[in-house]
C-alpha cells in the first residue's frame, strides 16, 4: 500500500533551520510529482512547495520563496525540504503529499506529518 513517512521536525529557534524527509513506498515515487503541505490546529491546510517527478520544476507559496527549498533523490524514493531562516509562523505540521497539489485537492495521498516548532 501507499505509504509516506515523514521525519526530521522538531524545536528551533527563530532564524534556524531544519530539514525535513519523506520517505515513500508502496508506489512508482519517480513517476508522480510532489508536494509538502503544512497545516496548524484550527486552520486549514496550506500548501507549501511543489517539485516534479525529475526534480527539474519546482513552485513555492511567497510566504517561504526564498527560505525554503524542495529537492528529491528518486534513487532512495525520498522527498526533502530544507527550511533556512525558520520563522514563528512556519509552526506547523508538515505532510508529504503524492502530486503537485497548488490545489490541495490534486494531491491524492499524505503521509501523518511531522511537527515543527519555530520559538520566537
Known amino acids: 500500500q501507499v505509504q509516506l513517512v515523514e521525519s526530521g521536525g522538531g524545536m528551533v529557534h527563530s532564524g534556524g533551520s531544519l530539514r525535513l524527509s519523506c520517505v515513500a513506498s508502496g508506489f512508482t515515487f519517480s513517476t508522480y510529482s510532489m508536494s509538502w503541505v503544512r497545516q496548524v490546529p484550527g486552520k486549514g491546510p496550506e500548501w507549501v512547495s511543489a517539485i516534479t517527478t525529475g526534480g527539474h520544476s519546482t513552485d513555492y507559496a511567497d510566504s517561504v520563496k526564498g527560505r525554503f527549498a524542495i529537492s528529491r533523490d528518486n534513487d532512495k524514493n525520498t522527498l526533502y525540504l530544507q527550511m533556512n531562516t525558520l520563522k514563528p509562523d512556519d509552526t506547523a505540521l508538515y505532510h508529504c503529499?503524492?502530486?503537485?497539489?497548488?490545489?490541495?485537492?490534486?494531491?491524492?495521498?499524505w503521509g501523518q506529518g511531522t511537527q515543527v516548532t519555530v520559538s520566537s
Open positions: 503529499a503524492r502530486g503537485y497539489c497548488m490545489v490541495l485537492s490534486e494531491c491524492d495521498f
